[in-house]
């Protein structure tokens, strides 16, 4: 039995098994192999229904049948009943004073039942029996298992992700086939022992055998953790071979220093945070390097992200290139372009850009799906003006125009630059070195990279996602902020809050009201539903609760020119209430808003939270934020309390990451990374040591190919998936 071999050929697969392998991805023997439980069912406490006896508190695996509600004859107290069956027999269930119970579950449903056992020998039943519904039975109910007490102590089974045609079971008797029949004995662990020995875990041979039938906890426990480790660490090789190359490229030359950059930050009316001035210096030198940069500056709305931007984006703006000034223009022409996620950011961008560049002789252009900009129009040097995408193209391809700000547009679309040095991408998740070389185009050196996002994720994810990356926290706000009050605002307790934001409405102050996101997996689905629930809460407030004041709508279904207009106008203050959704428009600026509603807080992490609120910490007004609640809970209002004392953004991922599990992370879905992996990204230690066991591979073995083909192969696999979204 060889690992490549398909799995069809060693077992008996039939049609539907066929579909749901597929489906699974599961083709070869390996692939089967490497499909891990998802969990482990302990069922070392579960009883056979033939052996139950009187008065026992029981645990049983079965199928349901003859589900019903009658009354009891006497009492004339609903009664639902019905049977479990577990092969070896079958016992009656009764649930008392819980009609509906019948109606909940179905016949022919696998459940696991923890009840008494009630009633008279020969007339058993399960009294009140708690349900929870399975997908299939964990273990054969014929098998061997109720019969063998001596497994009875430590008897974990492994239960697995399922498709349609496939039960856990089928997954676990095939992998155990494939183990009697030598499917390890020819295994080579990709997985230098010396790293194993360092951190630890099983060699790979054990590591399956632990995972997929583990005899004690802690086994599958180690197991798991190579596993884990083995999977952020090929994610960690491709990421530092993206960085190998990225670093061997040539780049720009930007000659730049502290006094020339100065020049620029002295105008502004305010002194740089430290954060700012170290994030500043940092990519200086690397513009200074003979390296591209790759960077994310990660900071929380408000930090001052754009002023870094604007910053550094000078420093080459007024760069020569390296084949001398071109005669005709007075500034050196390298170019910088600048990307924003919607066209009402990009507008923003640009708006702001001219604040911080109005002083000097450096056009500014704007490109979005809606038209073109140039900064400063010909007739008035301090306005800008529209002018024709072709006009714009021209001088962007010429290298009049140094900076270009955009949205998608920018790149994906006929724009030539003329030399492209730096990159800056707004609130983008993912911009990989192929998006990087194709904006460098026929140009070989490639421009250097900032990344800048203000959604907060842990420490680990960050360097697994951005493993290719140097990260530069902006964890301090500028000071004179007034920090947000936040309150959590429980059901009934509304009032006190919308007399609150019609006091500050009264006082000429603008406020958001976020509608919640409905988890639905159709994506259009989800906007319809938001959407509705944007228009129909916006009614009711006009109704309700602001009478007099101005209502806006904004929400993913509309128009970029629509949602654009709304924006204006909210801008303009034509608008008061501005009613929303939440996935549109991150880090839109009004200063004047300065109150944030939130309704179904409890649907969101509180790192998303914290996101949202950062929308009212711009101007110099008390902030305020309402996380309103229906929840009854008091863990859920203990939850949502952390954003009341949380310093920033990142100390409430941390907090999102500890105690709501990494499947609710922002930025997780994007990672690539399976279940197993994001649970590996609870363990810091973990992670770290797989970057850095990873970069130090890299670093020793540039042909990876020829040292440790295993491992290119896998890193190659992960580098495909990553790179076809
Ligand atoms: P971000 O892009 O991180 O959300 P911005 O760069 O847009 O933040 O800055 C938000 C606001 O704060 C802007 O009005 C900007 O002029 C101002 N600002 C930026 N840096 C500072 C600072 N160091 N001190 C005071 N205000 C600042
Ligand atoms: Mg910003």
Redesign the pocket.
């Known amino acids: 039995m060889n690992l490549n071999d398909s799995l069809s050929d060693h077992v008996r697969v039939d049609a539907a098994h066929k579909k749901a392998l597929k489906r699974l991805n599961i083709e070869s023997i390996n692939d089967l192999l490497y499909h891990l439980p998802a969990r482990y069912e302990d069922i070392s406490d579960v009883q056979s229904v033939g052996g139950l006896e009187k008065g026992q508190e029981a645990v049983v695996y079965g199928q349901l049948s003859g589900l019903k509600t009658r009354k009891a004859w006497k009492s004339k107290k609903p009664i639902a009943e019905g049977k479990v069956e577990d092969g070896s027999a079958s016992i009656k269930i009764m649930w008392f004073n819980q009609p509906y119970i019948a109606k909940m579950y179905s016949d022919g449903m696998y459940v696991k039942l923890a009840g008494k056992v009630a009633g008279s020998e020969g007339k058993l039943y399960l009294s009140n029996p708690e349900v929870e519904p399975l997908d299939s039975l964990p273990i054969d109910r014929h098998d061997s298992i109720f019969k063998d007490t001596e497994q009875a102590d430590d008897t974990l089974y492994p239960v697995y992700r399922e498709t349609k045609g496939i039960t856990s079971k089928w997954l676990y008797h095939t992998v155990l086939k494939c183990f009697e029949r030598g499917a390890l004995d020819s295994l080579i662990d990709p997985i230098p022992v010396s790293i194993l020995q360092k951190y630890n875990l099983p060699e790979l041979k054990t590591a399956l055998v632990w995972v997929h039938s583990p005899k004690k906890a802690k086994d599958a426990e180690a197991a798991r953790k190579r596993f884990a480790f083995e999977e952020v660490f090929y994610i960690q090789v491709q990421k530092a071979l993206e960085r190998a190359a990225v670093s061997a490229a040539s780049t720009y030359h930007i000659q730049t220093s502290p006094e020339h950059i100065a020049e620029f930050t002295d105008r502004?009316p305010?002194?740089?945070?430290d954060s700012?001035d170290t994030a500043i210096e940092a990519i200086a030198k690397n513009f200074i390097d003979n390296h591209a940069m790759s960077r994310l500056l990660e900071?929380?709305?408000?930090?001052?992200?754009?002023?870094v931007a604007a910053t550094t984006a000078y420093a080459v703006a007024t760069s020569r290139p390296p084949e001398g000034l071109d005669k005709k223009i007075e500034y050196g022409n390298l170019q910088v372009a600048y990307m924003a996620p919607t066209e009402i950011l990009a507008k923003q961008h640009f708006e702001?850009f001219i604040e911080y560049f109005k002083h000097l002789p450096i056009q500014i252009g704007l490109i979005t799906g809606s038209g073109c900009m140039k900064f400063p129009s010909k007739s008035d040097p301090n306005k800008p003006t529209k002018i024709s995408k072709a006009q714009l193209l021209k001088w962007v391809k010429n290298g009049e125009v140094p900076i270009l700000i955009g949205t998608h547009s920018l790149i994906y679309k006929s724009v030539e630059f003329k030399h492209l040095a730096y990159v800056i991408i707004d609130e983008q998740h993912r911009f990989g070195t192929n998006q990087r070389k194709k904006l460098a185009k026929k140009d070989e050196r490639l421009p250097h990279l900032l990344s800048?996002t203000?959604t907060p994720i842990p420490r680990t994810l960050a360097l697994t996602i951005y493993g290719d990356l140097d990260i530069t926290l902006?964890d301090q706000m500028?000071?004179?902020r007034k920090p947000i009050k936040t309150e959590v605002v429980g059901p009934g307790q509304t009032k006190a809050m919308y007399d609150h934001v019609l006091s500050e409405l009264e006082a000429g102050r603008q406020a958001y009201v976020i509608c919640p996101r409905i988890e639905e997996p159709d994506p259009d689905k989800q906007t319809a539903l938001n959407m509705k629930s944007v228009i129909a809460e916006a009614k009711r407030l006009k109704k309700d609760v602001f009478q007099d004041w101005e209502i806006g709508v904004l929400h993913g279904k509309m128009t970029p020119a629509e949602k654009d207009a709304v924006m204006q106008d909210f801008n303009n203050h034509k608008i008061d209430v501005l009613c929303a959704t939440s996935v549109v428009e991150v880090?839109v600026?009004v200063?004047n808003a300065t109150n944030i509603i939130i309704e179904g807080a409890e649907r969101f992490g509180l790192a998303q939270l914290h996101q949202l609120r950062g929308r009212v910490v711009?101007g110099t007004h008390q902030p305020y934020c309402f996380a309103v609640t229906e929840s009854k809970s008091e863990k859920t209002k203990d939850r949502l309390k952390a954003l009341a004392t949380a310093k920033n953004g990142f100390e409430l991922a941390e907090h999102d990451l500890q105690f709501r599990g990494s499947g609710e992370l922002y930025g997780g879905k994007q990672s690539g990374l399976t279940d197993l992996g994001m649970e590996a990204i609870r363990n810091l230690k973990l992670v770290e040591a797989a970057r850095n066991e990873a970069r130090h591979l890299v670093e020793q073995s540039p042909d990876l190919a020829k040292d440790f083909p295993l491992i290119k192969e896998r890193v190659n696999k992960i580098g495909e998936a990553l790179h076809m979204e």
């Open positions: 502004f305010f002194p740089l945070t700012q900071g929380d709305v408000g930090s001052g992200k754009t002023a702001s800048m203000a902006l500028p000071a004179g880090g600026n200063p711009r």
